[in-house]
């Protein structure tokens, strides 16, 4: 009977320590593919150097795939006759294609290495890609843990109510982000991403045309910057005209954001409600004063939104192309 009961331990031992490895680490490549990091550098770099967007883009498509299903990159699934996927939402915050070809143009020079041809996933080149684009725009270098499967489904359907509208306010992102087992600072953290990036004019009339029935302005956005708003984005603007989400330095990963918060110059009011409400408000001003610490706590985010939903053994596969199922 003991040697049983000691079996049934060692058992259930060897199976936790399978789950265990099973989980992310940093060195899961080290042998089958031990430069990918290098590779995926490479071509981020490259592509970066042809266009811009590749930094706002890349990280947008990061953070659009972990909150749907989690990081397995379901959001690169281009749809077909039988299936409409992901990235066919409405509410696929506008993602530019330049986020996808990052991915596809990394995963062909590492497919372009023998040994690493088909090893790495999808999944896992979004994740060393996103942490490239934040490094080469300013942003933290952090490590990245490694391991993700790819997913095996992907439906437009699954987005809905996944992702934060730019009408949210702190109690609506606060719970949205909490689905995914991150905190309000990670979400306070985390909408520190739109130090770089751009919107679209017709996400901002509300704002600064008919904000409700008695006021026109929103009467939390600064004046001068609502004259700005209202010149980039005139009333019968195409609605698709880009604007900057960090109107002062929008090329760089900074703190700046937050700095931009405190002036009332925060372009959605998923944004601006983080320096208005008292709960959140504190932690803006520490990151506003504090560049050293707000790259701390946003690469701990970021390593904890590369957790979510992550996939594991035969909840998912390695794609031979990161747009379709194998
Ligand atoms: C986003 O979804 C719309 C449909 O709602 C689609 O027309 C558009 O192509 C999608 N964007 C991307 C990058 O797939
Ligand atoms: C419109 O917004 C202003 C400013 O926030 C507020 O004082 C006013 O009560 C709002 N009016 C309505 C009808 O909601």
New binding site residues.
């Given amino acids: 009977m003991a040697t049983k009961n000691l079996l049934l331990l060692l058992l259930s031992l060897f199976l936790t320590l399978n789950l265990v490895t099973a989980q992310l680490s940093r060195n899961f490549y080290a042998g089958s593919c031990p430069n990918v990091e290098q590779i995926v550098r490479n071509a981020v770099q490259q592509k970066i150097q042809q266009t811009f967007t590749t930094i706002p883009a890349t990280l947008r498509l990061y953070f659009h795939d972990c909150f749907v299903n989690g990081c397995d990159a379901s959001v690169m699934i281009a749809s077909t006759d039988n299936n409409k996927a992901e ?4 509410d ?1 915050l ?4 330049d986020g ?1 070809d990052t991915v596809i143009k990394a995963k062909q020079a590492l497919d372009a290495v023998a040994n690493c041809r088909n090893k790495v996933s999808c999944a896992d080149i979004l994740t060393i890609a996103t942490r490239d684009v934040v490094n080469l725009a300013g942003g933290p270098r952090y490590e990245v843990e490694l391991g993700r499967r790819d997913g095996l489904s992907s439906t437009a359907d699954s987005v809905e109510g996944k992702l934060p509208h730019p009408t949210d306010n702190v109690n609506q992102l606060t719970s949205l982000f909490a689905k995914n087992g991150l905190s309000r600072k990670d979400m306070i953290a985390l909408s520190g991403a739109h130090t770089l990036g751009f919107a679209h004019c017709k996400l901002v009339f509300n704002r600064i045309y008919n904000f409700n029935s008695t006021t026109q302005v929103d009467p939390t956005v600064n004046k001068d910057y609502v004259a700005a708003l209202q010149g980039s984005c005139p009333r019968n603007v195409d609605p698709s005209v880009a604007i900057n989400m960090d109107p002062t330095t929008p090329r760089q990963f900074d703190n700046v954001y937050y700095q931009n918060l405190q002036q009332g110059k925060g372009l959605f009011t998923s944004d601006q409600d983080l320096f208005t409400d008292s709960r959140s408000k504190p932690i803006v001003n520490l990151w506003a004063s504090n560049a050293k610490l707000f790259n701390q706590d946003f690469v701990n985010s970021m390593i904890k939104l590369g957790r979510v939903g992550v996939k594991t053994g035969r909840n998912g596969n390695i794609r031979r192309d990161c747009g379709a199922f194998n």
Avoid: E
């Fill in positions: 990235k066919d939402h409405p696929n506008s993602l530019a294609g996808f």
